[in-house]
C-alpha cells in the first residue's frame, strides 16, 4: 500500500459533490414519463440523486457490491455486549458458509458479498471468500487509552479506499456498507458522542439486545473512553476520533466511504455502525455526504442522530438493528427499481398519451 496518509490526502482531493445539472436532467427526464409529475414519490429522488452522484443523466441499474468489515474490539472487557468475543469470528464463518441474514438478501438483491476481515481477535487462517486486510487482533479497550495509534487509523481508511478503487475499475455501480464486530455498537457511539458533542446516553443504544445493567455499563465505557483519550488523542480531529474509540472494521468502511465518493460510486449506508464510520468520512470530506444513501433506520438512539446531522433521509423504517450490512442489502431492488423507472418507463411523447401536466 502506498503511504496511507498521502494515499487519504490525495483521495479527498478528488472528491466532488453530485452533479446537479445530471440530477436536473434525470428529473426533467422523469418528468416526461407516463404518469404525474411526482407520483412515484421517493423513488424519482433516489434515481436524480444517484443520477448526480454518478454524474451521468441517465445511469441506469448496474452492478452492486455489499461490502462486511469485520473486526474486533477490545472496549469487548467491559462487557458491554449480550455475546462473547468469539462470536465475530464465528459470524465470519457464518458469512462465509453464506447463512447470515446479509448473504441471504444480499442474493436475493443479485448483489456482489464480499466479507473483511479487518482485524479479528482470533487468527482465522485462509478462509475461502474473506479477504484478510488484518490490522491487528482486535482494538486496545478505549477506556483505558487510544483504541489503535495514528497509523493503524490511516492504515483502515487506506484498506477501504483501495478496495473501493477496485470496485470501480470492475465497473459497480453501488457499494452497500456493512459491518461485524462484537462490542462495535459501544465503539460507534463514542465515535458519534465526540463528532457530535452529545451525551453517551443518547447515543447508548441496546445493540445485540442488553438488558438495563449492561446499557448502563455501555453508556459507563462511553464516558470513560471518551474520558481516557481527551489529552492522548485530539478528539476535535476525525481521524484522531476514530483512533481514539473507533474500530478497524469502521476505519476500513470509512475509507470504502471516501474512496467510493472519489470514483462517483453512492455509497449506500447500513445501520448505526456503518453511519458512524461516514460520519467521519464526512468530517474529513463534507463533500463525500453527497454520495451517500441512507437504507434505512435503525432502533438506535444514535442513529437519527446521524442520519439528522448528514441530512439523510431513509429509505425503509422497519425496526431492524441487525447490523451487518442488512439493511443496505434490503434496499438495493429499491435502488435498482428507481433507477430502471428512469431507464426504461415510457415518456407522454412515446407512448402517445396526453400530458396534462405539459
Known sequence: MPDARELVSATVARIRGADPVCAATAQHAMDAKTKPRGSLGRLESIATRIAGIRRLPSPGPAPSVVIVAAADHGIAAENVSAYPQEVTAQMIQNFA????????????????????????????????????????????????????????????????????EELAAQGTGLIGLGEMGIANSTSAAAIVAALLAVEPAAVCGRGTGVDDAVLARKVDA??????????????????????????????????????????????????????????????????????????????????????????????LDLGMRLGEGSGAALAIPIVDASLALLDEMATFHDANVTDAGA
Not at 114 to 138: S, T
Not at 149 to 156: G, H, I, M
Not at 228 to 247: F, K, M, Q, S, T
Open 97 to 164: 458458509a453464506e447463512g447470515a441474514a446479509v448473504c441471504v438478501l444480499a442474493r436475493r438483491a443479485g448483489a456482489r458479498l464480499i466479507v473483511v476481515d479487518a482485524g479479528v481477535a482470533a487468527d482465522l487462517g485462509d478462509i475461502p471468500g474473506v479477504l484478510d486486510r488484518r490490522i491487528g487482533p482486535g482494538t486496545a479497550n478505549a477506556t483505558l487509552g487510544p483504541a489503535m495509534t495514528p497509523d493503524q487509523a490511516f492504515r483502515a481508511l487506506g484498506i477501504g479506499i483501495e478496495l473501493a
Open 222 to 315: 462511553v464516558r470513560r473512553a471518551l474520558g481516557a483519550n481527551a489529552g492522548a488523542v485530539d478528539i476535535r480531529e476525525p481521524v484522531g476520533v476514530l483512533a481514539a474509540v473507533g474500530g478497524f472494521e469502521i476505519g476500513v468502511l470509512c475509507g470504502v466511504a471516501l474512496g467510493a465518493a472519489a470514483a462517483r460510486i453512492p455509497i449506500l449506508l447500513d445501520g448505526f455502525i456503518t453511519s458512524a464510520a461516514v460520519l467521519v468520512a464526512a468530517r474529513v470530506s463534507p463533500a463525500c455526504v453527497e454520495s451517500m444513501i441512507a437504507s434505512h433506520r435503525s432502533t438506535e438512539p444514535g442513529h437519527s442522530l446521524v442520519l439528522d446531522a448528514l441530512e439523510l433521509e431513509p429509505i
